[in-house]
């Protein structure tokens, strides 16, 4: 079903031009590929287990190519692609989330040669020992950058796995905050200290978005022996239990775009946290801004967007990766907030981010998942192609696809 929903939708210099039911299965994590003039978008899902590839040529016209089965029991909701080569990552599930504890799960990374770009090939499969990993980052080469568990430690750690060989990947580096290696009598980690949204690798710099423990800066100069440079923490007054989710960095400007993780409905926690970090001298990051706060729009049956229902705030933010199928903009910064769908920030100047578009998907009609609890919007992920459009996936549509105005992309 390619139709829009029916429903009400909010929008501001963003236009819909297309959407995709994904045959009920809600999409999670997004990446693009383009490749002999043909795009695709590879869509790891929320609620069932696998991935789908979706040729979005024509942005218009999506066309579902194939559904790839997952391993049962397990988390399949996390996608890299690059260098032609596909990583997803593998997680045992929660029980609040529908995972059964008295099953066995897979866990870790399968790599996938891409070779044909409609039929992944499955090469190799890293594992780490532990409950798997659950936000990657690979924008190509050998190496592959993982948001994981680990033996003995509490919490997810960085680990930074050489995947030359597909076949037998091998980790050859690996990172925590003090206090998280248990087996190895430390303690003392600042509350909620786990590596959630993925690290982000710039150079001989990787961007950790450490929760509770802030945002961590590594000198990764050396793989074997990863450094700390300098870390940045928001909790409290914000929310500690995702207090820092996404750490994006704007390497021209010196800035980094980070932010929290909404997790109760109806606002029932701390306020979240969604900012700009100044990393000019990067052994002291300040913060210059905090983005503006997403209003409820005109018309709309509630006064603030706590009042409609489910999660509002922060999720996921946009992140190029130095992939040339990505936009790649230092002034304008896209990111979910769950019931608040996408908002669009100019970031021009830092001191002063100003919202510029959204798009508020309606409420979904029908339920495909757990969450949330009331039926509202819960716009998740979004990736921006280099021509300009914007996926958005949800707990309980399929993806859409928007457009920003010509105002906002001059």
Known sequence: MNAFPRGESWR?????????????????????LETGGRWYL??????????????????????????????????????????????????????????????????????????????????????????GTHRNYYDG?????????????????YRIVDIGDPEVPAEVGRWWV???????????????????GGPYVEGERAYLPYRGAGMVILDISDYAKPKFVSGFR????????????????????RLVAANSEAIRENCDEALCFAGL??????EAPRLVSILPTPAAPPGAPFRNFCEFGGRF???????????????DRDDLLFMTWFNAGLRIFDISDPVMPREVG?????????????FPKTMTPQSEDLIVDARGNIYISDKNHGVYIVRPSDEIMH
């Open 313 to 327: 705030g922060p999720h996921n933010q946009h992140q190029p990766q130095h992939q040339r199928a990505l936009l």
């Open 12 to 32: 501001q210099n963003v236009e819909l031009v297309g959407y995709h039911d994904l045959d009920a299965k809600p999409a999670f994590k997004l990446q693009i």
């Open 234 to 253: 928001v909790s409290p007054p914000f929310m500690a239990l995702f207090g820092i989710h996404s750490a994006i960095p704007f390497p021209s400007r």
């Open 141 to 157: 080469g050998r190496y592959a950058h993982l948001t994981a568990g680990a033996p003995g430690y509490e919490g997810r750690i």
């Open 42 to 131: 590879y869509i790891a899902h929320l609620w069932h287990r696998g991935w789908s590839i979706v040729e979005v040529t024509d942005p218009t016209a999506p066309k579902l190519v194939r559904f790839i089965d997952g391993p049962p029991n397990t988390w399949t909701l996390q996608i890299q692609v690059a260098d032609g080569r596909m990583i997803t990552g593998l997680e045992q599930i929660p029980a609040e989330w529908g995972g059964d504890p008295r099953k066995g799960y897979e866990e870790g990374i399968y790599i996938w040669d891409l070779s044909d770009p409609e039929d992944p090939v499955r090469r190799g499969h890293f594992k780490t020992g532990a409950t």
């Open 358 to 370: 959204y798009f508020v998907p309606p409420v979904p009609r029908q339920r495909r998942g757990i």
């Open 178 to 196: 003090p206090g998280q290696w248990k087996a190895g009598g430390e303690s003392g980690a600042p509350p909620f200290s786990s590596l959630h």
């Open 277 to 282: 970090v100044d990393v000019s001298k990067e």
